[in-house]
């Protein structure tokens, strides 16, 4: 839609919240596909959603990106993996999504269906996209770290719809 010149757009914006839970519901307005990125760390399942997720960072080398919060307890156990399955989640993975978010750790992979290939990456079936990939650099940035992926391979499944992060809900996508 144009607008003719004589019709200025009056965009204001008001000063950052100080309050985090008004920072995060204004951050939730921008829609986001999920990651899990998990690993078998030590013979046990270790998984960690993130809903910032980034693709396309580098082409050669193929890079992507993730943030985890600096108080994350999960990262620490992950991190040590030399490779980490990356998911990004199905349409119908809601549930699966929460459960792997869960405070309870040791319930997160409970009646999971997982793949686990030979350097211990972990996947779940039936995601728009699969990922194999290895750290590549950490980087502190305020409360959360910048978490940089080489992607050492790929698999998408066309047929599956990705689950969409918005409004702090999950949704599909709305193809009208």
Excluded at 10 to 21: G, L, Q
Excluded at 98 to 112: P, V, Y
Excluded at 153 to 171: K, M, N
């Amino acid at each position: 839609m144009n607008r003719e010149a004589s019709s200025p757009i009056d965009v204001t914006t008001t000063p950052m919240p100080a309050d985090s839970a008004a920072i995060r519901s204004a951050f939730s307005r921008f829609p986001s596909g999920i990651a899990a990125l998990c690993a078998a760390v030590e013979g046990e399942p270790v998984a960690l959603v993130a809903s910032s997720f980034q693709v396309g960072i580098s082409l050669d080398p193929p890079l992507v990106l993730f943030s985890v919060q600096q108080s994350s307890t999960t990262w620490p156990r992950l991190r040590r993996a030399t490779h980490l399955g990356v998911s990004i989640l199905g349409a119908d993975h809601g549930e699966i999504c929460a459960q792997l978010a869960a405070k309870d750790k040791s319930a997160r992979f409970k009646d999971i269906e997982t793949i686990v290939d030979a350097d211990s990456a972990v996947f779940l079936p039936n995601s728009a996209l699969l990922m194999k990939c290895s750290i590549r650099s950490e980087t502190a940035a305020g409360d959360h770290r910048l978490i940089l992926l080489e992607v050492l391979g790929v698999q998408a499944d066309t047929r599956v719809e990705p689950l969409i992060f918005h409004g702090s809900e999950f949704r599909g996508l709305d193809r009208r």
